[in-house]
């Protein structure tokens, strides 16, 4: 079974820093990753995804997150913050070629300090 | 625009009340998904439907009733619903089982 460990409820950051969102993943088998965000009172969108091609992949919003198979993870990044990033990100796995739906972290609420 | 349309945004009812949520997706997508999301809670995946087929239901209380009737609709039947019930009810579609989901804005319900 797959299952994904987000680091960090909470993560504040001042606005122009690096953002950094801490995704381990668990799976026995090839895995897919996502990453979504959520702005308040709205669904989830799809920011990225990776699907065992480049192991650097972009997203919208000038996030960046990187598949590292060595460390099971799928850490999201974004070079400088901007108060619009305020908002709720799950990471999300599924087996490559599964038929099960997407499992999904707990999330992480970040907060962007003018 | 994320072409899963839900209906009402915002509902609120007694606990004695029968309403419905309703969610329509224009994505040609074969898989939909009902999702609870409560306040500090992670997401719960309540119901999933493969080509009009109810696939998943995990351990949901009888008081939700999904409805699958084509693969562009489906519908959460609500029914003597507790204040604890009271949260964000997301549909998703994805094109089959095992892809990339796909989310409503989703309907805030509020049982009184």
């Known amino acids: 079974a797959q299952s994904v460990t987000q680091l960090g409820s909470h993560v504040s950051v001042s606005e122009g820093a690096l953002v950094l969102l801490r995704c381990n993943y668990s799976s026995s088998v090839p895995p897919y990753l996502f990453w979504y965000v959520q702005y308040p009172n709205q669904g989830l969108q799809l920011l990225l995804k990776?699907?065992?091609?480049?192991?650097l992949v972009k997203g919208i919003n000038g996030f960046e997150a990187e598949f590292k198979k060595s460390e099971t993870s799928f850490h999201l990044t974004k070079p400088s913050a901007h108060m619009s990033d305020a908002a709720e990100y799950f990471c999300?796995?599924?087996?490559?070629?599964?038929?099960?739906?997407?499992?999904f972290g707990k999330g992480t609420r970040l907060s962007v300090i003018a | 625009e994320t072409g899963v349309t839900q209906t009402p945004r915002h509902l609120v009812m007694g606990m004695t009340n029968k309403k419905s949520l309703k969610c329509e997706q224009h994505?040609?997508?074969?898989?939909m998904y009902w999702y609870k999301q409560s306040a500090k809670k992670p997401l719960e995946l309540m119901f999933v439907?493969?080509?009009?087929?109810?696939?998943e239901n995990n351990s949901v209380p009888s008081r939700f009733s999904p409805e699958c009737p084509n693969s562009s609709h489906l519908f959460l039947h609500l029914h003597t619903l507790q204040p604890e019930d009271s949260a964000l009810y997301l549909c998703a579609s994805s094109p089959r089982l095992g892809n990339t989901i796909y989310f409503g804005e989703g309907s805030w319900l509020t049982v009184v």
């Open positions: 999300a796995v599924i087996q490559e070629s599964g038929n099960t739906p997407l499992v």
């Open positions: 439907y493969s080509l009009e087929e109810r696939v």
């Open positions: 990776y699907t065992s091609a480049a192991t």
């Open positions: 994505l040609g997508h074969n898989a």
